[in-house]
């Protein structure tokens, strides 16, 4: 009687290890290097901005804005919203 007759799970495991993990290893290895050609290629090269601003409200809830969205005029804080990242 072998290993894999006495129930040991030495030599049985063996199997299963071959057809799932590795194959699951090979893909977790593969599938990166596949990918880091179209990493490499060079970005557009956009302008720097001449100014960054930031604008910090203290006491000023993150949802008032929005909630009084309509009541706001043309420009300032409006214009903030909709142009400006926020």
């Not at 179209?38 to 929005?66: C, H, M, N, W, Y």
């Amino acid at each position: 009687m072998d290993a894999a007759e006495s129930g040991t799970g030495e030599l049985t495991a063996w199997p299963a290890f071959r057809r799932i993990v590795l194959p699951t290893l090979a893909a977790c290895f593969t599938l990166p290097a596949l990918a880091l050609p179209s990493l490499a290629a060079p970005l557009p090269t956009r302008e720097k901005p001449k100014l960054v601003l930031q604008i910090t409200v203290d006491q000023f809830r993150g949802d008032l804005p929005r909630r009084y969205f309509d009541r706001l005029g043309k420009g300032g804080l409006r214009y903030l919203l909709e142009e400006g990242i926020h």
